[in-house]
């Protein structure tokens, strides 16, 4: 099947329903913003920090639906006024510690070079093929195992990515994303400010922090095994495919209904590369409709997870394979 006839099959799911879309919005921000609310009232008749510690780190999952719909708005896909897109993406991206504007553009370059080997760099993780590695600068050797180990790539970078570095523009920003940057950091500090003034700052750390820190791990890990699994597809610029970088360059994650929920059918990444405009809530009902789309081998929610010790691109074998299978190659038969 062709790319354009494939995405004439699901056209129909890019139109967004507006009713689905505020009702999504406002249950989601209404749990958000209960559970906030739950931990100050706890906090005020003087229960343990370390119960709201955990009930913040708990809320982590909502925090990354409102990232799904912020990333929906990023691609106008969550409304069919961009309007009304823009003015949701940019409070999200303040809850969510990301410029709206920085991100859309960053993320637009990812969707349009996605496994692309001449195009890496902007939006995605870092990758090497095994001969670049192998001619790579003892330095650069030991600062890419470094960044690809699973505690720094999972646990440590996130909050890092989140926290500090979304505070800067992306390279290669434009005014427009300067000034959103700005605003955004700026709105952040009234809210943190507004909550330390109120709450004392160590209990508005516990209240924010965890579930920020959580919602970053998550989100990267999701990010990482859409793109970063063994058969996965990269090629170079002069044989890359369009339609075999969505369906073959993105992954179909398998959850369970609750887990669908949280992060926004996201899972379903093969067809959001296919076709972005469709919001969240219509990508399974897509994968239901058009048989062409369940032809992926899916990846188990668990056996997911092993995932993180793919590192290197073999081009000989066309897969992403580890540092240890890396070294076989190199050694005498």
Same mark, same amino acid.
């Given at each position: 099947?062709?790319?354009?006839?494939?995405?004439?099959?699901?056209?129909?799911?890019?139109?967004?329903?507006?009713?689905?879309? @505020?009702?999504?919005?406002?249950?989601?921000?209404?749990?958000?913003?209960?559970?906030?609310?739950?931990?100050?009232?706890?906090?005020?008749?003087?229960?343990?920090?370390?119960?709201?510690?955990?009930?913040?780190?708990?809320?982590?999952?909502?925090?990354?639906?409102?990232?799904?719909?912020?990333?929906?708005?990023?691609?106008?896909?969550?409304?069919?006024?961009?309007?009304?897109?823009?003015?949701?993406?940019?409070?999200?991206?303040?809850?969510?510690?990301?410029?709206?504007?920085?991100?859309?553009?960053?993320?637009?370059?990812?969707?349009?070079?996605?496994?692309?080997?001449?195009?890496?760099?902007?939006?995605? @993780?870092?990758?090497?093929?095994?001969?670049?590695?192998?001619?790579?600068?003892?330095?650069?050797?030991?600062?890419?195992?470094?960044?690809?180990?699973?505690?720094?790539?999972?646990?440590?970078?996130?909050?890092?990515?989140?926290?500090?570095?979304?505070?800067?523009?992306?390279?290669?920003?434009?005014?427009?994303?300067?000034?959103?940057?700005?605003?955004?950091?700026?709105?952040?500090?009234?809210?943190?400010?507004?909550?330390?003034?109120?709450?004392?700052?160590?209990?508005?750390?516990?209240?924010?922090?965890?579930?920020?820190?959580?919602?970053?791990?998550?989100?990267?890990?999701?990010?990482?095994?859409?793109?970063?699994?063994?058969?996965?597809?990269?090629?170079?610029?002069?044989?890359?495919?369009?339609?075999?970088?969505?369906?073959?360059?993105?992954?179909?994650?398998?959850?369970?209904?609750?887990?669908?929920?949280?992060?926004?059918?996201?899972?379903?990444?093969?067809?959001?590369?296919?076709?972005?405009?469709?919001?969240?809530?219509?990508?399974?009902?897509?994968?239901?409709?058009?048989?062409?789309?369940?032809?992926?081998?899916?990846?188990?929610?668990?056996?997911?997870?092993?995932?993180?010790?793919?590192?290197?691109?073999?081009?000989?074998?066309?897969?992403?394979?580890?540092?240890?299978?890396?070294?076989?190659?190199?050694?005498?038969?």
């Amino acid at each position: 099947m062709e790319l354009t006839e494939i995405r004439k099959s699901i056209r129909q799911f890019t139109v967004p329903d507006t009713r689905k879309s @505020v009702t999504q919005l406002i249950v989601t921000l209404g749990i958000y913003l209960t559970s906030i609310l739950f931990m100050i009232v706890l906090l005020k008749i003087e229960v343990s920090l370390w119960l709201i510690f955990a009930i913040s780190a708990i809320t982590s999952p909502v925090v990354i639906k409102l990232f799904i719909i912020f990333h929906d708005c990023c691609h106008a896909s969550y409304f069919k006024s961009q309007r009304a897109c823009n003015l949701v993406g940019n409070m999200l991206g303040v809850i969510t510690f990301t410029s709206y504007m920085d991100w859309r553009r960053t993320h637009g370059i990812h969707h349009n070079n996605v496994a692309n080997l001449e195009k890496r760099g902007m939006g995605d @993780v870092w990758l090497m093929t095994v001969e670049e590695y192998q001619q790579a600068h003892w330095k650069e050797k030991m600062l890419y195992r470094m960044f690809r180990h699973p505690l720094v790539m999972i646990v440590v970078s996130p909050p890092f990515l989140f926290l500090v570095l979304n505070r800067f523009p992306s390279h290669g920003f434009r005014r427009k994303e300067l000034l959103n940057v700005l605003f955004t950091n700026a709105m952040i500090t009234i809210v943190v400010l507004a909550f330390f003034l109120t709450l004392g700052w160590k209990a508005s750390l516990v209240i924010l922090l965890p579930m920020m820190i959580g919602a970053s791990i998550i989100g990267v890990w999701l990010f990482y095994v859409q793109h970063q699994f063994r058969s996965v597809y990269w090629a170079h610029d002069s044989e890359w495919d369009r339609l075999k970088a969505a369906m073959e360059g993105s992954s179909f994650y398998t959850m369970p209904a609750i887990m669908r929920w949280f992060t926004g059918n996201i899972g379903y990444h093969h067809i959001h590369h296919l076709a972005p405009r469709i919001p969240n809530y219509r990508l399974k009902e897509c994968y239901d409709s058009v048989p062409e789309l369940q032809k992926i081998t899916p990846i188990q929610l668990i056996s997911g997870l092993h995932n993180i010790l793919l590192t290197l691109w073999d081009e000989d074998s066309g897969k992403l394979i580890s540092f240890k299978e890396a070294k076989q190659l190199t050694l005498p038969h």
